[in-house]
């Protein structure tokens, strides 16, 4: 099984920041990953796939980059709204598997 | 635009069968373009793939499951399901249906539904 592992596991932040995230898959997975984010009580909300594609209607404060087996998720000028939990997941091969998640904290 | 809904009940005891249905509100599930796939998040944890099902009936299943998991689709209903058995108390979380492009990833989810496991 490929191992996804995200860190940090937790981020404090403020209004107006620019955070980045990683995510380490434990073999190489090419490009196929996919960021989501997630809010209390809410489904996952699909953000990037290809590893740098942008999902339709996602405000391109989002971006992604990386290949093989190391990913970032960046996401520049932190508004509330983006105070959410994270998560990678890869599809490369099965089982897909996801990363921990990093909750992104306002500060 | 695709609106995928779960339902089953929302308690079941302990060595019970869990069974779930996700209905598709498109005719998206009557193409072999897509799989449609089962995530759970047991409370305050992380996602966990369950598997998948395509729409011919393939299924690719999470070895830790294997054992106790069936799929099932039926196209003329839109809808695909999930049945778990011998539930534990470690089966309560909140099950979601996703559908999933051919070797993509997760491009659209239900809103989840919350099962617990108890007596």
């Known amino acids: 099984d490929i191992q996804m592992t995200q860190s940090p596991s937790s981020l404090s932040a403020s209004v107006g920041d620019r955070v980045t995230i990683t995510c380490r898959a434990s073999h190489g997975i090419s490009k196929s990953l996919a960021w989501f984010q997630q809010k209390p009580g809410k489904a996952p909300k699909s953000l990037i796939f290809g590893a740098s594609t942008l999902q339709s209607g996602v405000p391109s404060k989002f971006s992604g980059s990386g290949s093989g087996t190391d990913f970032t998720l960046t996401i520049s000028s932190l508004q509330p709204e983006d105070f959410a939990t994270y998560y990678c997941?890869?599809?490369?091969?099965?089982?897909?598997?996801f990363g921990q998640g990093t909750r992104l904290e306002i500060k | 635009q695709l609106q995928l809904q779960e339902s089953g009940p929302g308690l079941v005891k302990p060595s019970e069968t869990l069974s779930l249905t996700c209905t598709v509100s498109?005719?998206?599930?009557?193409?072999?373009?897509?799989?449609w796939g089962w995530i759970r998040q047991p409370p305050g944890k992380g996602l966990e793939w369950i598997g998948d099902i395509s729409s011919s009936g393939t299924t690719y299943y999470n070895a830790s499951l294997t054992s106790r998991l069936s799929m099932s689709v039926d196209t003329s209903k839109k809808q695909f399901s999930l049945n778990l058995s011998s539930v534990t108390a470690a089966d309560t979380a909140v099950y979601y249906c996703?559908?999933?492009?051919?070797?993509?990833?997760?491009?659209?989810w239900g809103q989840g539904i919350l099962v617990t496991v108890s007596s």
């Open positions: 997941q890869q599809y490369y091969s099965y089982p897909i598997t």
């Open positions: 498109d005719d998206s599930i009557n193409t072999y373009n897509y799989y």
């Open positions: 996703a559908r999933r492009p051919r070797a993509s990833y997760f491009d659209s």
